[in-house]
C-alpha cells in the first residue's frame, strides 16, 4: 500500500499520529553552525564511504531532571494541522507550532548527552562489491562541555556547549541566517570531484542544525523558517518511514549531478529530529577506488533515526 493512503485515512477523522552524507559517525553537532567539525565538513557523499550517526552535541535540559525525546512514543499524533504541500507551508507551520513553547535552561557544564541512533541496512537492487555497514542501535554519551576542546574557537572541534550558544545567535531574517550559516560552512570539493555548490553547503548547515538535540524551541524555529525558503528544497507529499519503522516528514534536496535525494526527516507529532535517508533518484554506475556500483533509482542507501535522546548528569547514566 503506498504512503498516501494510510496518510489520508489518518486524515479522515482522527489524528496520525545521506550513503550522501559524509557527516561523523555520530553527526556530532559540534560543527553545526560554525561548520567547523572537520568531521561535519566533509560533504554527505556515499554511505559507502561513512555511515551518518545521528548528531546529538547541542541539547538543554533541567538542572537535574534529564530530559527525554523519544518520537516513537505517539506515532499517531500530529503537531497540529500538518500539511505536506510544499517546503514553505510545511516548515512554517512547523515553525509556528514551536513559536512560544518554553524552553528548559541550558545544560550544566558537567553534564553529559545521551542519545540512541538506529541504523537500517540500505535497500539496494544491486550489491555486488559492496559490503553491509554497521546496523541497529547505537547508544553514547557526549560532554555538554569541553574546556580542551573550546581553547581555541576557531579551530575545526566545537564542543556542545559551544554550538549550543552560537545556535541561539542566530538571526531572526530568514536571509540573514542563511547568510550567516554559508559564511560558516565553506565549500569544498566532494569526493567525487565536485565542488559543492552554495545552496547544497546550506542545506548542509542547516540539516546539521536541525539534527542538534535538542536546540530550544525558539531556535529551531527561525531555523525551519529559513530553511523553507532555500531553493530546491522540497516536501515529500506523504509520510515516509525512518530507520525505526515510524513515520517521518521528508524534507528534501537533491544536489543537480548528485543522482541522490537527502531527505531530513522530522516527526509529524512535534517536528524534532526522526532521521535522515538518501535515496537513489536515477540509475547509473558509481566508480570509487576502482570499484564500481549499479545504484538504481529507489535504492536506500543510507537510513538513519534517532530514537531517544535526554541529558543526564554522568557517562553511562540513562534517563
Known amino acids: 500500500m503506498d504512503e ?23 553527526e556530532r553537532l559540534t560543527g553545526a ?20 550517526g545521528a548528531a546529538a552535541t547541542i541539547t538543554a535540559a533541567a538542572l537535574i531532571i534529564a ?29 509556528d507550532f514551536l513559536e512560544g513553547k518554553k524552553a528548559p535552561p541550558e545544560p550544566r557544564a558537567d553534564q553529559w548527552i545521551y542519545t540512541v541512533n538506529m541504523f537500517a541496512k540500505p535497500e ?25 576542546m573550546e581553547k581555541d574557537p576557531a579551530d575545526d572541534a566545537w564542543s556542545a556547549r559551544e554550538t549550543y550558544r552560537a545556535a541561539e545567535s ?55 523558517r529559513a530553511l523553507g525558503t532555500v531553493p530546491g528544497v522540497g516536501i515529500t507529499d506523504h509520510l515516509v518511514r525512518d530507520a525505526a519503522g515510524r513515520k517521518a516528514i521528508a524534507v528534501t534536496y537533491e544536489e543537480p549531478g548528485s543522482h541522490e535525494r537527502r531527505e531530513l526527516l522530522l516527526s509529524p507529532s512535534d517536528y524534532s529530529y526522526a532521521g535522515t535517508r538518501h535515496v ?25 533515526a534517532r530514537t531517544a535522546a535526554a541529558v543526564v548528569d554522568a557517562k553511562g547514566q540513562k534517563p
Open 4 to 26: 498516501m493512503t494510510p496518510l489520508r485515512e489518518l486524515r479522515a477523522d482522527a489524528p496520525v499520529p545521506d550513503r550522501a552524507a559524509l557527516a561523523p559517525g555520530r
Open 33 to 52: 553552525i560554525a561548520g567547523r567539525d572537520r568531521r561535519a565538513r566533509r560533504v554527505w557523499a556515499d554511505w559507502r564511504v561513512a555511515s551518518l
Open 67 to 95: 530530559q527525554i525525546v523519544d518520537t516513537s512514543s505517539n506515532p499517531n499524533a500530529l503537531a497540529g494541522n500538518l500539511d505536506l504541500s510544499g517546503p514553505t507551508v510545511t516548515l512554517d507551520r512547523a515553525a
Open 124 to 148: 539496494l537492487a544491486s550489491t555486488e562489491n559492496i559490503a553491509d555497514p554497521d546496523t541497529g542501535p547505537d547508544t553514547s554519551w557526549t560532554p555538554y562541555a569541553d574546556p580542551e
Open 170 to 224: 542566530l538571526p531572526e531574517d530568514p536571509a540573514a541566517l542563511l547568510a550567516e550559516v554559508r559564511s560558516l560552512y565553506p565549500a569544498f570539493d566532494t569526493e567525487r570531484g565536485r565542488e559543492e555548490s552554495s545552496t547544497a553547503r546550506t542545506f548542509r548547515g542547516l540539516s546539521t542544525l536541525i539534527a542538534s538535540y535538542p536546540l530550544s524551541p525558539a531556535a529551531r524555529a527561525r531555523i525551519y
Open 280 to 304: 537513489v533518484t536515477e540509475d547509473h554506475e558509481l566508480n570509487e577506488l576502482g570499484f564500481v556500483t549499479r545504484m538504481t533509482a529507489g535504492d536506500i542507501t543510507l537510513d538513519s
